[in-house]
């Protein structure tokens, strides 16, 4: 009987050793599969563009695509966002390339001829210092502004090279940065609305930007509002997907309720309010049209994105926009309280969305002096 105490434990510790020997074992096979996986993707990557003086077919193809979703479907998500003619101006380290520009060619550029998808002229200004927004091209014309795809993909690949080790370099996935094409043509669309504030409501754009000025200071006040932005953020999370109006409207008076908490206890003063309104109204609002485009085109029966894409191997069409969608309000979750002014594009976006269900027609007044989106909220659910 003693034999047996004695062996039964020696037994089971060899079972659990054999068991964390294959554990061991299967997960460095599975460690050099995913490596070889990643060496095999890498290898596999598309090459940057042979020159830079011009864009290939597929860097056009993209950027008629903006223009032509723009012009198809802009009107339904932005009165007078689609009708207006408002170029694009797509850049890389190298070049500027304007597309969609109707006149002579602007100061500094040069007429080439036109490109085999776009089917128009384009000009090209070498060298430059542009951003991405909007950039003034002469006189009251601005065009939405914007690195090429492949300059875009190429900066987050030597982003990631610059930190990763050595071992982890070379097999590390790189393809899963890449953004589809879609993602892009939805980030031209958002830079060339900023160029419609820009030309529609100018006025409002250059107050906007005075909350650029307050940055630091409310950069100094981030840590104590954490708690309160995460409760924000759910509250509009939650009104987005309410099954009914009345549950949109009792979650949006409870968001409006806790925000002017967070913003009592952390003593914010009218400055740093306005620093919040100005970025969600901005930005908010140019977040809220990338997205709207985007679904208003896999809901549009008969639109049909430009033959060229076909031979793009990134471009997956308009149709996955529900998993987007789910994308964005998990990100958006995630930067609730985080430093920096990306959170301003998703909580201006929300209220948009909120608006379209709650007040009909709220556009117009949104594009007037001083009113701000959370003020058109609380508007809407007072009635």
């Known amino acids: 009987m003693a034999e047996m105490t004695l062996t039964k434990p020696r037994t089971r510790k060899r079972r659990i050793r054999r068991a964390l020997l294959f554990v061991v074992l299967g997960l460095a096979g599975l460690c050099v599969l995913a490596m070889a996986a990643g060496a095999i993707s890498n290898a596999l990557l598309p090459d940057p563009p042979a020159q830079t003086a011009e864009l290939d077919t597929l860097g056009e193809a993209r950027v008629a695509e903006a223009l032509r979703l723009k012009a198809a479907v802009g009107d339904q998500v932005w009165p007078g966002y689609g009708t207006m003619d408002i170029p ?81 370099e070379d097999v590390f996935p790189y393809r899963l940065l890449i953004q589809p094409t879609e993602v892009y043509v939805g980030g031209l669309l958002h830079e060339a609305f900023h160029a419609y504030q820009q030309m529609a409501m100018g006025g409002r754009v250059q107050d906007a930007e005075e909350a650029y000025r307050s940055a630091d200071d409310y950069a100094a006040e981030v840590e104590g509002m954490r708690d309160g932005w995460k409760a924000e953020v759910g509250l509009l999370i939650d009104a987005l997907k309410a099954g009914t109006d009345e549950e949109a409207r009792a979650l949006v008076a409870e968001w409006l309720g806790v925000r002017a908490a967070r913003r009592g206890d952390a003593g914010l003063s009218a400055d740093l309010v306005l620093y919040e309104q100005r970025y969600e109204w901005l930005e908010g609002l140019a977040k809220y049209v990338e997205l709207g485009v985007w679904e208003t085109a896999a809901g549009t029966e008969g639109y049909e994105p430009l033959p060229a894409l076909d031979a793009d191997p990134e471009f997956h069409d308009y149709g996955r926009f529900r998993s987007r969608w789910n994308s964005e309000l998990l990100t958006m979750r995630n930067m609730a309280g985080g430093e920096g002014d990306s959170l301003f594009y998703y909580t201006g976006m929300a209220q948009a969305r909120l608006l379209d269900r709650l007040m009909p027609g709220w556009k117009t007044a949104a594009e007037q002096e001083g009113v701000w989106l959370e003020d058109l909220l609380a508007e809407a659910i007072s009635g």
């Open 88 to 168: 694009l101006l797509v850049w890389n380290d190298d070049y500027a390339f304007l597309y969609g520009y109707a006149g002579d060619p602007p100061p500094g550029w040069e007429q080439l001829d036109a490109g085999p998808v776009a089917g128009a002229p384009v000009y090209r200004h070498e060298g430059g210092n542009f951003q991405a927004f909007s950039e003034q091209v002469v006189g009251d014309v601005y065009a939405g502004s914007l690195s090429t795809k492949a300059a875009i993909d190429i900066a987050l690949r030597e982003t990631f090279e610059e930190v990763l080790p050595p071992v982890v």
